[in-house]
């Protein structure tokens, strides 16, 4: 499609134009002195502190919030207000991150002094290593020169996006050389969409006397009464042993089912039209993966197995993913 050179829409490609060819110029660039980086942060025993000023220091918000949700401990630093008493926030076994595209960030070169004085380490993100800012730190990830893409040339926007993708690149191989989990990530978020996906299933199923259990040789009208008389009502019963493995599951649908095709079916075996070796899930899976199961197999209800021993320890009915508002 043609596009006109003077349109908005051409100036928005121009943009994101501009701002891709900036990151595919630091995949070219990225070298020792990043794996040195990661390094630095995995033995750093404190906090990796990010400063910067203006938008640089709001990029270094996001950056350290992703450090920090990532296994890493860290906060974020405004170079002025440290220098008017937030320094103490800063022990020597922390790491400065410092974000400046030219490396003259008047506010970040008197700071890193005054963190170098206390025994704090520098690491900056900046232009070149012989920048005033470089020349002060201990290790330079160079960005190399980097035009805006702000028709003055001045309002930071190629530099910025090149400093995000650098700050992500530093915290994703941070979080994959420390083997974080996703049960940690889940502890960093209990709360919103994200943090109830991430709980495990023991944490909302439905268990002991909520749980719908019938022997192998109950009836369809047994399967009746325990979905009836269960607290919550529950659409299904789970048909096990007397050792209390699963056998099979019978729900409404089979009940409507077998009314339209078998006559009088009440007191005929329930294991007779229960649906063998269906869904499970185990109390320590996360409810995300119970509601890709739910909603992938058309289903309404998972019977929940005990990760050791595979009994049947509990119920999910989806009513129990729409309580936590998945």
């Not at 103490?88 to 490396?103: F, M, Y």
């Amino acid at each position: 499609m043609a596009v006109d050179e003077n349109t908005s829409l051409a100036r928005g490609l121009e943009v994101l134009k501009l701002e891709a060819e900036a990151i595919r110029t630091l995949q070219e660039r990225l070298g020792s002195s990043f794996e040195s980086a990661v390094q630095m942060m995995l033995d750093c025993e404190g906090r990796v502190v990010v400063a910067g000023m203006g938008k640089a220091g709001l990029i270094g918000q996001k950056i350290s919030a992703t450090l920090a949700s990532t296994g890493t401990p860290s906060l974020s630093l405004h170079p002025a207000e440290a220098l008017h008493g937030d320094l103490g926030r800063l022990r020597p076994e922390d790491l400065l991150l410092a974000l400046s595209k030219s490396g003259e960030t008047r506010e970040l070169i008197q700071l890193v002094p005054a963190v170098k004085s206390i025994g704090v380490s520098v690491v900056s993100l900046t232009e070149a290593t012989t920048s005033s800012l470089g020349k002060a730190s201990d290790l330079v990830v160079e960005m190399g020169p980097l035009s805006e893409a702000c028709p003055l040339g001045l309002a930071p926007t190629v530099t910025t996006t090149a400093m995000l993708a650098l700050g992500d690149a530093l915290a994703m191989a941070v979080l994959e050389k420390r083997d974080f989990t996703r049960e940690e990530f889940a502890a960093f978020h209990p709360a919103g969409s994200l943090g109830r996906s991430l709980m495990r299933i023991g944490e909302i199923m439905r268990r002991d006397n909520e749980v719908p259990l019938l022997a192998e040789n109950a009836s369809v009208r047994d399967a009746l009464a325990v979905m009836t008389e269960t607290p919550g009502r529950p659409g299904a019963a789970l048909i096990t042993n007397g050792d209390g493995d699963l056998l099979g599951i019978f729900t409404d649908g089979d009940l409507r089912r077998i009314i339209c095709e078998v006559e009088l079916p009440l007191d005929s075996p329930v294991k007779k039209f229960m649906a063998v070796n269906p869904r499970i899930v185990r109390e320590d899976q996360l409810v995300g993966e119970a509601l890709h199961l739910i909603k992938g197999s058309h289903i309404d209800q998972l019977p929940v197995l005990d990760s050791a021993s595979d009994r049947v320890v509990g119920l999910v009915d989806i009513q129990d993913l729409l309580e936590v508002r998945l």
